[in-house]
């Protein structure tokens, strides 16, 4: 690749081929971020929940056990 690559200019190697990449692949570029955004937020909504069922748990049980001793 770097034989390839040697004559060209510096333009050729960091605008056009990147660019031309990103228009070929922009596509599958997007569905893998977008994927990755969405499984972040599902395990994001994962831990809120089950910090949340817990944290309510624990007030419960911690009432129930006060009320318990009068």
Same mark, same amino acid.
């Given at each position: 690749?770097?034989?390839?690559?040697?004559?060209? &200019?510096?333009?050729? %190697?960091? +605008?056009?081929? &990147?660019?031309?990449?990103?228009? +070929?692949?922009?596509?599958?570029?997007?569905?893998? #971020?977008?994927?990755?955004?969405?499984?972040?937020? %599902? #395990?994001?909504?994962?831990?809120?929940? #089950?910090?949340?069922? #817990?944290?309510?748990?624990? %007030?419960?049980?911690?009432?129930?056990?006060? %009320?318990?001793?009068?």
């Amino acid at each position: 690749m770097g034989e390839f690559l040697a004559g060209m &200019p510096w333009w050729v %190697k960091w +605008v056009a081929i &990147p660019v031309i990449a990103l228009f +070929v692949f922009g596509g599958l570029i997007a569905s893998v #971020v977008g994927f990755l955004v969405g499984l972040l937020f %599902k #395990v994001l909504l994962f831990v809120a929940l #089950v910090g949340g069922l #817990v944290f309510v748990v624990r %007030k419960f049980m911690a009432s129930s056990t006060s %009320k318990s001793d009068w």
